[in-house]
T-cell receptor
Framework: AQSVTQPDIHITVSEGASLELRCNYS??????LFWYVQSPGQGLQLLLK??????LVQGIKGFEAEFKRSQSSFNLRKPSVHWSDAAEYFC????????????FGGGTRLMVKP | GAGVSQTPSNKVTEKGKYVELRCDPI?????LYWYRQSLGQGPEFLIY????????DSGLPNDRFFAVRPEGSVSTLKIQRTERGDSAVYLC???????????FGPGTRLLVL
C-alpha cells in the first residue's frame, strides 16, 4: 500500500535561512506527488505538484521540490524563508495513480525565528 | 471567486447522535472529495465523487459513514451513531474534474462528547 513519511515533525529556522522539508513515499508505480501548506484557520493550499517530466518542480511562494526516484523522495525547498511561511506542510501522493485519492504524510510544522 | 465552503464550521454532538456535514464546491467543479484530519495527523481520504456518483468510497471507515451528492454540486457527509473517535476536522475539496488540482475548504470541526 502507498504511504508517505515526513520524518521531521517540527522544524525551526531563522528568517532568511534556507529550508528543506523531507518527504519519502512508498508507491509501486510513477507517483503523483504534491506539497500542501496549512495555515491556522485556513484550508490546505497547493504549493506544487509533480506528475511527470522535469524532476525539479517550481511552485508558488518561491518553493520548489525535487523528485528523486532512486531515493523515493520529494523534498521541498526554499532558499530564503519569510516569517509568513510559518505553517504546517504536508506531502501527499495520489494513491490511485492519478490526483484523486491523496495519501498524506503526518506533516511538518515549520516555525520561523525572527 | 468563492472557494469551497463548509458548514457548519464547528459541530458539537453527543455520542450516538446523527450528524450531517455540508460542502459547497467551487462553481463548475465536477469532482468533490472528503477527507478526515485527526489531531496532529495528515488528512485521510474518505470518498470522492465525479458528478453525482461516488467514484471511490474505499476510505469510509465503516457503514456509519455515508455521503451523497444528488445534483452533482453540494455534498453531504452523514455520520450515524457518532462515536468519540469520530471527533476530527472533516475537510472537503473540489476540482475541475477528477485528477485535477484539489482546492480545499476550511473544514468542519466535529466534537463528539
Amino acid at each position: 500500500a502507498q504511504s508517505v513519511t515526513q520524518p521531521d515533525i517540527h522544524i525551526t529556522v531563522s528568517e532568511g535561512a534556507s529550508l528543506e522539508l523531507r518527504c519519502n513515499y512508498s508507491y509501486g508505480a510513477t507517483p503523483y506527488l504534491f506539497w500542501y501548506v496549512q495555515s491556522p484557520g485556513q484550508g490546505l493550499q497547493l504549493l506544487l505538484k509533480y506528475f511527470s517530466g522535469d524532476t525539479l518542480v517550481q511552485g508558488i511562494k518561491g518553493f520548489e521540490a525535487e523528485f528523486k526516484r532512486s531515493q523515493s523522495s520529494f523534498n521541498l525547498r526554499k532558499p530564503s524563508v519569510h516569517w509568513s511561511d510559518a505553517a504546517e506542510y504536508f506531502c501527499a501522493v495520489g494513491a490511485d495513480g492519478a490526483g484523486n485519492m491523496l495519501t498524506f504524510g503526518g506533516g511538518t510544522r515549520l516555525m520561523v525565528k525572527p | 471567486g468563492a472557494g469551497v465552503s463548509q458548514t457548519p464550521s464547528n459541530k458539537v454532538t453527543e455520542k450516538g447522535k446523527y450528524v450531517e456535514l455540508r460542502c459547497d464546491p467551487i462553481s463548475g467543479h465536477t469532482a468533490l472529495y472528503w477527507y478526515r484530519q485527526s489531531l496532529g495527523q495528515g488528512p485521510e481520504f474518505l470518498i470522492y465523487f465525479q458528478g453525482t456518483g461516488a467514484a471511490d468510497d474505499s476510505g469510509l471507515p465503516n457503514d456509519r459513514f455515508f455521503a451523497v451528492r444528488p445534483e452533482g454540486s453540494v455534498s453531504t457527509l452523514k455520520i450515524q451513531r457518532t462515536e468519540r473517535g469520530d471527533s476530527a476536522v472533516y475537510l472537503c475539496a473540489s476540482s475541475m474534474t477528477s485528477g485535477e488540482t484539489q482546492y480545499f475548504g476550511p473544514g468542519t470541526r466535529l466534537l463528539v462528547l
